[in-house]
C-alpha cells in the first residue's frame, strides 16, 4: 500500500493529463499522459489555455493553443476522456 502512494504522489507531482475535445481535425478527441511542467495543472487542455489567457474560447485561440500542446513531453497517449476535459476547464464545454 505505501508504494502505491508513493507512486501516486509522484505520477500527481511529475505528470498530468492534456485532452484535445472531438473537433474537426481530430473527430475522435484524444488525452495523453505528459510530463508536467512547473506550475501547469494537472489537468489540461487547449480550451483550459484559452480561458486562462483570454477569458473564453474561440477557434483561433483553439489553433494557437493547440499549436502548443505538449507533444514533446508526451508519455503515453489515451483515448478522450470526457472527464479529463472537463476538469481542466472547470466543468465548461465548448463547441466542437
Not at 7 to 34: D, K, M, N, R, S
Not at 37 to 65: Q, W, Y
Not at 81 to 89: N, Q, R
Request: include cysteine; glycine fraction near 12%; aromatic fraction near 12%.
Amino acid at each position: 500500500m505505501l508504494g502505491t502512494g508513493a507512486f501516486l504522489t509522484l505520477f500527481y507531482t511529475f505528470c498530468g493529463l492534456y485532452t484535445v475535445q472531438p473537433i474537426g481535425a481530430l473527430p475522435e478527441g484524444a488525452t495523453a499522459i505528459v510530463w508536467r511542467e512547473s506550475g501547469e495543472p494537472f489537468f489540461n487542455s487547449a480550451d483550459a489555455l484559452c480561458l486562462e489567457r483570454t477569458g473564453g474560447v474561440s477557434l483561433m485561440c483553439r489553433g494557437m493553443s493547440m499549436a502548443q500542446a505538449p507533444t514533446d513531453r508526451s508519455i503515453l497517449r489515451l483515448p478522450y476522456l470526457h472527464f479529463a476535459y472537463t476538469m481542466s476547464t472547470g466543468g465548461q464545454e465548448f463547441e466542437k
